[in-house]
């Protein structure tokens, strides 16, 4: 038996497996507490040449907030206090749950995706590459942003490198 395909995903997994792609995406997350899986969701639905208006990414972010900050958060928060194995437990001790938790929040993180990759939120339909730079447009709005910011330039440099790539 093999388990469904989730387009979503799956692309989140080859753009955050370029190194500058994931240090932008930990900025964004760590600098504005920005929910990268919003900011992926909107590169996501410009890869199929959606463009997404503000209400669009908001209507996202809702439909995944407490989900996030109920479960996600809470877990990424517990992970990265056991990474420095500050406890007198021994280190391989917290090493074990550490990485138990690390799974568990990526279980969470594609529980949240598969949620966003099911929503019917309207989209203007036009090329990828205008799609893109509007999406990330938008999110610079939502995040309170200069288009500008390095990390968002960056994530839009791996979308076109992406594109170029694909079969």
Known sequence: MTSPTHPFWDYSLRFYADPET????LDLQDRLGADVNIVLYALYRASRGDQLDLGGLREADQAV????DDVVRPLRQVRRALKPHPHALSAADQSRVHDKIKKLELEAEQAQQYHLEGLAIAATTISEDIAARANIATCAAYLEIDPSDPALATLLKRFQTLRQTRP
Do not use: T
């Open 22 to 25: 994931k240090a932008a995406c």
């Open 65 to 68: 907030a407490a989900w996030r």
